[in-house]
């Protein structure tokens, strides 16, 4: 069986992972050595995206450190991000 790989670079992605990106591309391959589907493993990559791009709205910078409380405050957000979820669960 011929495993599908993520793309970071996918044109019609409409979240980039910004500032993460450096560390993205080693989660997602983290993931995929351990045997994750290539379904759990997009999804953990839009979150990412979502996170970052969420950070660059609210934060007004494109880098800034990821503190507990940053992701505490994201996990709590009604989204409105444009192609977020919107779902009033958590987003992590």
Request: proline share 4%.
């Amino acid at each position: 069986m011929v495993k599908r790989q993520y793309s970071l670079d996918t044109p019609r992605r409409f979240m980039k992972p910004g500032f993460l990106r450096s560390h993205l591309g080693s989660f997602l391959q983290d993931l995929e050595n351990r045997g994750y589907s290539w379904h759990t493993v997009s999804s953990y990559a839009g979150s990412v995206c979502h996170f970052a791009q969420w950070i660059n709205q609210t934060q007004h910078r494109d880098g800034t450190e990821v503190t507990l409380e940053l992701v505490t405050r994201f996990s709590k957000h009604r989204c409105r991000c444009p192609g977020g979820r919107r779902q009033r669960r958590p987003h992590v």
